[in-house]
């Protein structure tokens, strides 16, 4: 049973951290009435936000490409910039660090109890300073956000914590395990 609960947990982390990375953390309504969400990778304006499916103009921060006015760094916005591009990374490898435990845990359920822990949990560590980092600079880093007040929430922002959640019930119920010598 424990190992059924540690591989599922896994594997609805990384479902969840995938979520995370592609969906919108947060979003801010301009005073023309358009809406800019941001991501862990690009900024939507999106131009008719009460229309389901509207027409938006993206850009993507990572890459450069897209409408790059959206995606400029604020003007003494270089260390949150910075910051705010380093935030996919640290979610990324959270998503694979959370893989791997499931991996071991599924290889060698047994005798990798200890390795599964420290997985999740550096996945859980990567992750929770991913988000923090996020929350911390995406307001200051990005030029549209100026003078446009940016509120967190959505699916994707809902996503991490979820997926923090079931990493720590991971690096937990491993540790317990392993002080306790279960099988």
Do not use: N
Not at 6 to 13: K, Q, R, V
């Amino acid at each position: 049973m424990r190992i059924k609960l540690l591989l599922s947990s896994c594997f609805l982390a990384v479902v969840f951290l995938a979520v995370a990375l592609r969906g919108t953390w947060g979003s801010g309504m301009a005073e023309d009435g358009t809406r800019f969400d941001v991501s862990l990778h690009g900024v939507s304006h999106v131009l008719h936000p009460k229309v389901r499916r509207s027409a938006s103009k993206d850009c993507t921060y990572l890459t450069g490409k897209g409408a790059v006015e959206y995606c400029a760094p604020a003007p003494e916005g270089d260390a949150p910039f910075s910051m705010l591009c380093s935030v996919f990374p640290l979610i990324l490898s959270g998503l694979g660090l959370a893989f791997a435990s499931g991996l071991v845990t599924y290889v060698s359920p047994y005798r990798a109890k200890g390795t599964s822990a420290a997985l999740a949990a550096a996945g859980l560590a990567a992750v929770f300073i991913g988000t923090v980092v996020a929350q911390l600079s995406m307001q200051r880093a990005l030029k549209v956000f100026e003078e446009i007040p940016l509120y967190f929430g959505g699916l994707a922002f809902a996503s991490v914590w979820i997926a923090m959640g079931f990493l720590f019930f991971v690096a937990a119920l491993s540790t317990t395990s392993t002080m306790l010598r279960l099988d």
